[in-house]
């Protein structure tokens, strides 16, 4: 299985060059994850994942629904063990390696906290004095445009905020690897777009390293340096594609509308094999 | 295209009712205006069926009589010294029941074990009528205010652990897999996530225990006491002595009202988040 491969259109052999030095932050190495059902038989759902995440990159995974992105973030989060392999992770922290800032696949905010106290949760379970980390979320939350919601509930909060909240909590805590479970799934499109534009130049700005799991082949060929394409489950890596449209380009929508953009979609697109009814259980 | 005739339909302002605000508002007048003309009805059918005979004030008591009775009791102070007593033996019971049985159902989520061994013999208590345990708590207790919040305690204890460690199994694991992905250690999942996730069901459990307190502390005064509204029925029952029969049992119907509004109150308090989703 050959899980890294040469880039089919234009590689740029600087950027490469640049990777090769740069330490991985995550390595995965023959991970596979199978779940027991009720019934006693094992379902296999991750079949080999070998995977290298090099610091400041930002990855985006792209597979058929339900073939086992979230349980490979599960994995890599540490709330699920893996049935076999391994995973490297490297970081500030000598305790656990990196630390992860985990946006699961829903929004996931707490009902009974205001805006402010969810994004302060992640602060809050570091021992961060309250003073210090409501300062600290304001400044967050007006950058967003959320200011004004400071002390509401959720529940009175619009699904694309609701998702930027917990976009902000994710990365309040400064975490040195970045896992987004489709985080603007419930986003209109031009918030998407936008928000796309901002969170790039963010993570670019603080060097961070992220991993996104997304739905939208256009989404991660706008904002990545490597798209990863998964299989069917048991899934595996099938082809890796080093993009980086978005780093060279400077911006999201130029990589968009690049001539590279819609090559790398139709190869994307024929490689999920995407089958509109029948799809094999 | 056919001759088509057309209709013109102008929405102006203020000609759809989309104020609720408004509506409830005057629904509420109106609404305890019927109540109030309908209790008044039967309050005047009553008593003329009484002073025409149709109706023996004997077995079912008249409202002037009820007034009366009301009134000498209200003036001689024993209403309120037994209004007093039950709604003490009622709150104490109710609280402690209310508030350990959540505190212990809530922990129950640390020891999935101890919750698995003691499950079956918290649904026979709960399926258990408390008020059958009052001979015996009478007995250990006396027949005093102590054995009455005994009972209430019983009556309340395993309805709100039922109901809290329910909670503690209605919680996302997403939530709990958060909290864990940022680091949090089982007691802050805990503090953090699994009691307040749990709050709605205990506050729903506080106020069907309202309910099962007074059951149960009347039951016990029946049983053998030496006051109490309980009592004042009871033997006021047994000497045919309807209206005071009656002056009771309104009286313990304030009470509940009252109490279900604290509870309420305290609900809009402690769920916040829960207000307007209504
Ligand atoms: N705890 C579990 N026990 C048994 N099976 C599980 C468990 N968690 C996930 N699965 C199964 O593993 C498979 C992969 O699930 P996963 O959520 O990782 O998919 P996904 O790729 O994230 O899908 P989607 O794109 O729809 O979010 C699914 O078929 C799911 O039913
Ligand atoms: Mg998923």
Redesign the pocket.
Known sequence: MNSSIAVPISPNAKLNDQEMLRQSVISLSGVK?A???PSGES?P?IEDITLDIKQEEFISIV????????????IIASL?EPSDGSITLRGRDPACGARIGYML?RDLLFPWRTIIDNVCLGLEIQGVAKAKRYAMAREQLARYGLADFADQYPSTLSGGMRQRVALIRTLITDPDLILL??PFSALDYQTRLVLEEEIVSILKEHHKTVVL?T?DIGEAIAMSDRVAV?TQ?P?SVKKIYDVGLSRELGSCLKARSDTRYQRYFDSIWDDLDIQISGAEQ | MSEAQFYTHTIRAGSIKENDEQRTRSSFITDNLWRVTGIGLVVVLWQIGVMTDWINPFLMGSPVGIAGEAWRLIQSGQLLNDTIATVYATVVGFLLGSILGSISGLLLWFSRTTARIIDPFMVALNGLPKIALAPMIIIWFGSGMLSKIALAFVATFVVALLSAYQGTHQIDRNLINLMRSMGASRREVFTKVVAPASLPWIISAFRLNIGFALIAEIGGEFISSDRGLGRMIFVAGNLFNLNVVWVGVITLMIVAIVLYVIVSQVEKRLLPWEQGQR
């Open positions: 994850k779940f027991t059902s379902i759902v597979g058929p629904s339900g073939c086992g992105k979230s349980t490979m973030f599960n699920l696949q479970d489709e799991i739905h998964m489950r899934t």
